[in-house]
């Protein structure tokens, strides 16, 4: 199993958009909620800047994004 990286909010936004995602909306606080028009998947995306997001956090999104973590880190 592939270790799952550590990256900031922005860096996991910049793959989803590579991943055909973009921004929908404001959630609660400082999260964002990213559409993808071709799968019809959402994932909300905690946004804290320079923050660290947690491995189980970055899990939760991957699999929301429907992609495994190997296409995840090709993207």
Do not use: A, C, D, E
């Given at each position: 199993m592939t270790r799952f990286p550590a990256l900031t909010a922005k860096k996991v936004i910049k793959k989803a958009r590579k991943a055909g995602f973009i921004f929908d909306r404001y959630a609660k606080g400082s999260?964002?909620?990213?559409?993808?028009?071709?799968?019809?998947?959402?994932?909300?995306?905690?946004?804290?800047?320079?923050?660290?997001?947690?491995?189980?956090?970055?899990?939760?999104?991957?699999?929301?994004?429907?992609?495994?973590?190997?296409?995840?880190?090709r993207l």
């Open positions: 999260h964002q909620i990213w559409y993808n028009p071709k799968t019809k998947k959402r994932f909300t995306i905690p946004f804290h800047r320079g923050k660290t997001l947690k491995r189980k956090t970055l899990k939760s999104i991957i699999n929301q994004m429907g992609l495994t973590t190997q296409q995840f880190n």
